[in-house]
């Protein structure tokens, strides 16, 4: 079976560290989507590390990690991510495998990006710039170039079509602020390091491992509240970043999901545009940006911050099928004397426990519900039982709103400071 692991909210949840965390359970961990736009953090044995687009279990020795066909790749940017990892994995070349069908990002996709950022003016959409949109537009139109391409020897004369119909587009949008012969050297180095891997027919490979008895973890990346088809459309990523995702981003049968794994920070954060119901633009917002260190790990955008969204949440968990919840971050609220949970929405006036189909246009006031805070360091190394009751009361209200077992809770960015109940 598939168990799959992923967020609930607008991303950042903590991903990684979950992922890392549970991944001596598995034999395989796999990426289904999204691209360089994530950043998953892990921390262990006085070190930090940024993942962008190989998954979280490559520190543990005993697994293989797959980057899956739904994966879009930037060659530059995973060469300079393994150059990140290999003095910690120098074996990680014999663990990592990559989908011939993972689609790969150009240089102008990047330059194009951008270009369609700046063309937008003050509606940007709030773009990473990693050219993640345009590569996933190549691949809806059939027009993207795949890892597999890379071998083909018309892979030049692939790559200078795509590179000429980007160049039109771009100089359509008036864009002229990059270096692309600069960015070419790099990305050919990339690609021809890229072809030193291991690169299969990943589909059949993950298959295999679900006949042999393999216990595979799938990553996903971004939050579910960013999907392509029921996120804050038009501020979304350009995938499905659902469980359902899992399937045609790894190529299998929904019969082989098993358990999902949906984690939540005890509050709410987004990056860039779009509507957030629950922000908070006062002393209170600073203080969880500050506290909790709420800056993009790949990008370092300042997060928005605000209180936990129930109302969202139960959305998320209804379209992911969660079967356990994972609550990171709690201790950043430590301080707090009193907090706060959305319940409910007024939506243009009228009351409802429903996220509305167009979230961007809505006239939307969230109705909270507060709580007396901990106000106490919580302990990650006594067990749940000894935590502060005021923050176990939290914890059962979000377990009974969402009728889902809280079953992992973390205390800190560290491997070590989580509590498994």
């Not at 679900?210 to 459309?233: C, N, W």
């Not at 968990?317 to 959305?342: F, H, R, T, Y």
Request: proline share 4%; with cysteine.
């Amino acid at each position: 079976m598939v168990d799959v692991i992923l967020g609930l909210q607008w991303g950042d949840e903590g991903k990684g560290k979950i992922a890392d965390y549970l991944t001596p359970q598995y034999d395989i961990v796999a990426r289904f989507q999204g691209g360089p736009n994530a950043g998953h953090s892990l921390e262990f044995e006085g070190k930090k590390f940024v993942l962008n687009t190989i998954p979280s279990g490559i520190f543990h020795k005993s697994t293989l990690n797959l980057i899956g066909n739904g994966v879009v790749i930037d060659p530059v940017r995973l060469k300079e991510e393994i150059a990140r990892i290999a003095a910690e994995c120098p074996d990680y070349a014999d663990r990592l495998l990559i989908s011939l069908k993972a689609h790969i990002i150009l240089p102008t996709h990047r330059i194009l990006d951008a270009a369609s950022e700046n063309a937008k003016g003050e509606n940007k959409i709030g773009s990473t710039l990693r050219g993640i949109g345009p590569t996933y537009r190549d691949k809806t139109g059939r027009a993207g170039i795949r890892v597999g391409d890379l071998l083909a020897t018309d892979f030049k004369e692939k790559y200078e079509q795509t590179k000429n119909a980007h160049l039109k587009q771009i100089h359509f949008l008036e864009f002229s602020d990059f270096d692309l012969a600069a960015e070419e050297i790099k990305f050919f180095e990339a690609v021809d390091f890229l072809k030193t891997h291991k690169l299969i027919n990943s589909e059949y490979f993950i298959n295999k491992a679900i006949t042999d008895g393999k216990k595979i973890l799938a990553e996903g990346a971004q939050g579910s509240m960013l999907d392509i088809e029921f996120g804050t459309y038009p501020y979304v990523t350009s995938s499905v970043t659902l469980a359902g995702g899992v399937c045609s981003g790894l190529g299998i049968a929904p019969k082989h999901i098993g358990k999902v794994y949906g984690i939540f920070k005890a509050y709410c954060t987004r990056v860039g545009s779009g509507p957030f119901p629950t922000e908070l633009e006062n002393e209170i917002g600073e203080d969880l940006r500050r506290i909790g260190n709420e800056f993009g790990a790949t990008t370092g955008r300042r997060r928005r911050c605000g209180w936990l969204d129930m109302v969202a949440l139960r959305y998320t968990c209804m379209l992911n099928g969660v079967d356990e919840l994972i609550m990171m971050k709690s201790d950043v609220m430590n301080a707090m004397p009193q907090i706060e949970a959305a319940v409910a929405y007024k939506v243009d006036g009228v009351e409802t426990d429903e996220v509305p189909a167009n979230l961007c246009t809505s006239d939307v006031a969230p109705i909270y519900k507060q709580f007396d805070g901990w106000a106490e360091d919580l302990p990650h190394d006594l067990g749940y039982d000894a935590l502060n009751a005021n923050f176990k009361s939290y914890v059962s209200f979000i377990e009974q709103s969402l009728n889902t077992p809280v079953k992992v809770i973390s205390l800190g960015p560290e491997r070590h400071k989580t509590i498994m109940r």
